[in-house]
């Protein structure tokens, strides 16, 4: 699920290539949190439920993997 809502807020929800290169680049729950942004990540915790230093892990783990990136970067 969390793939296609991905996939749609970049604008090719039917994209089977994108699908690929997204489940290649990251796991389901990466995914979830990518999808969440933008946002602080205690933002994203508070609307996914989660725990604020998991989102950290998962966001620093994205942005090592050069999947995204600080906006004040």
């Known amino acids: 699920m969390s793939y296609e809502i991905l996939m ?3 604008g090719f ?3 089977e290539r994108l699908r690929r290169i997204l489940e290649y ?3 389901e729950e990466e995914a ?6 933008p ?6 915790a ?3 439920g989660m725990d604020a230093e998991r989102v ?8 090592f993997k050069g999947v995204v990136f ?4």
Do not use: Q, Y
């Not at 946002?39 to 994203?44: C, K, Y």
């Open 25 to 27: 680049l990251m796991n």
């Open 70 to 73: 600080p906006k004040d970067f």
């Open 8 to 10: 749609a807020r970049l």
């Open 46 to 48: 508070e609307k996914l």
């Open 56 to 63: 950290k892990e998962i966001l620093e783990n994205l942005f």
């Open 32 to 37: 979830k949190v990518a999808a969440a942004l």
């Open 13 to 15: 929800p039917d994209s």
């Open 39 to 44: 946002g602080t990540a205690e933002e994203i």
